[in-house]
T-cell receptor, first 113, second 114 residues
Framework: GENVEQHPSTLSVQEGDSAVIKCTYS??????FPWYKQELGKRPQLIID?????GEKKDQRIAVTLNKTAKHFSLHITETQPEDSAVYFC????????????FGSGTRLQVQP | GAVVSQHPSRVICKSGTSVKIECRSL??????MFWYRQFPKKSLMLMAT?????????EQGVEKDKFLINHASLTLSTLTVTSAHPEDSSFYIC??????????FGEGSWLTVV
């Protein structure tokens, strides 16, 4: 099955700086890579996703890059704000299958004002 | 957008009793539903996959007799924690998949076993 590793586990940045979170996956068949933001006791919120037919996707201050050859993908948040503080999870999935998302271990991002 | 409702949001039960958590897709038919468990400061760990009208598929290490999953219709799946113990206390969250492959999470349920 799929295995997703995520780094770092914690990340502290100053407001306005950029934050980068990296994930690797094991199953080369996976073709869908979402990123979720989760606040304590709440459901994961999809913030951006990417499919294996593109290498990069951007949505305002958030971007995701994918390297299929190396089987890794990264989340980039620019101009961080205190409200970006949360736990972020990457995940991987074979979209056309009936499998569940496999999540990374999570990164706790703290944006210092 | 697609909405998945999960109930109850919080429940406290006594050791040895059973508790049922419901997951409903409100405006779409969920071909598959997934149940996850999340311990504090940990990731979401898949417990089981539930397909409408068939038996659930459990992940390794998850006791199927303890965590009963029923997916009786295309809009409802239930998770029953039987003979609950304090170590079953956790955040349980469901996810539903629509026919287009979209995945949507319920709000989650905090279970505390005392």
């Amino acid at each position: 099955g799929e295995n997703v590793e995520q780094h770092p586990s914690t990340l502290s940045v100053q407001e306005g700086d950029s934050a980068v979170i990296k994930c690797t996956y094991s199953d080369s068949a996976s073709n869908y890579f979402p990123w979720y933001k989760q606040e304590l006791g709440k459901r994961p919120q999809l913030i951006i996703d990417i499919r294996s037919n593109v290498g990069e996707k951007k949505d305002q201050r958030i971007a995701v890059t994918l390297n299929k050859t190396a089987k890794h993908f990264s989340l980039h948040i620019t101009e961080t704000q205190p409200e970006d503080s949360a736990v972020y999870f990457c995940a991987a999935l074979l979209f056309t299958g009936r499998r569940a998302l496999t999540f990374g271990s999570g990164t706790r991002l703290q944006v210092q004002p | 957008g697609a909405v998945v409702s999960q109930h109850p949001s919080r429940v406290i039960c006594k050791s040895g009793t059973s508790v049922k958590i419901e997951c409903r897709s409100l405006d779409f038919q969920a071909t598959t539903m997934f149940w996850y468990r999340q311990f504090p400061k940990k990731s979401l760990m898949l417990m089981a996959t539930s397909n409408e009208g068939s038996k659930a598929t459990y992940e390794q290490g998850v006791e199927k007799d303890k965590f009963l999953i029923n997916h009786a219709s295309l809009t409802l799946s239930t998770l029953t924690v039987t003979s609950a113990h304090p170590e079953d206390s956790s955040f349980y969250i469901c996810s539903a998949r629509d026919r287009a492959g979209g995945l949507y999470f319920g709000e989650g349920s905090w279970l505390t076993v005392v």
